[in-house]
């Protein structure tokens, strides 16, 4: 099994910055791929950004490209998603998941683990 804990959301103003941390415990970390999705209010989960095992690769979804950056520290068994440049179509409840297997990592369906969320909203 695998615990995983959002915390760093809140409500900021556009163009303000959020750091969202996800703690993991269960497993052997590093070994997992990990990544963050996002839900607005009745849409779809969506992928926001992944990292590969010892964080050499990263991806991001176009919309946040350039604003977000993913990262992890396999020591503390912690992702991060540095969110900066908020906008309010940034809202959304942010979840971080593990993935055991493979697959591909933009869908959520490849991800095997789950946090509870974390709430992000940004004001106009």
């Known amino acids: 099994q695998v615990q995983l804990v959002e915390s760093g959301g809140g409500l900021v103003q556009t163009g303000g910055s959020l750091r969202l941390s996800c703690a993991a415990s269960?497993?052997?970390?590093?070994?997992?791929?990990m990544g963050w999705f996002r839900q607005a209010p009745g849409k779809e989960r969506d992928f926001v950004a992944r990292?590969?095992?010892?964080?050499?690769?990263?991806d991001y979804a176009d919309s946040v490209k350039g604003r977000f950056t993913i990262s992890r520290d396999n020591a503390k068994n912690t992702v991060y998603l540095q969110m900066n440049s908020l906008k309010p179509e940034d809202t959304a409840v942010y979840y971080c998941?593990?993935?055991?297997?493979?697959?591909?990592?933009?869908?959520?369906?490849?991800?095997?683990?789950w946090g509870q969320g974390t709430q992000v909203t940004v004001s106009s």
């Open positions: 990292i590969t095992l010892s964080g050499g690769r990263t």
């Open positions: 269960g497993r052997t970390f590093s070994m997992y791929p």
């Open positions: 998941a593990l993935q055991l297997g493979l697959g591909s990592a933009y869908s959520d369906r490849s991800y095997d683990y």
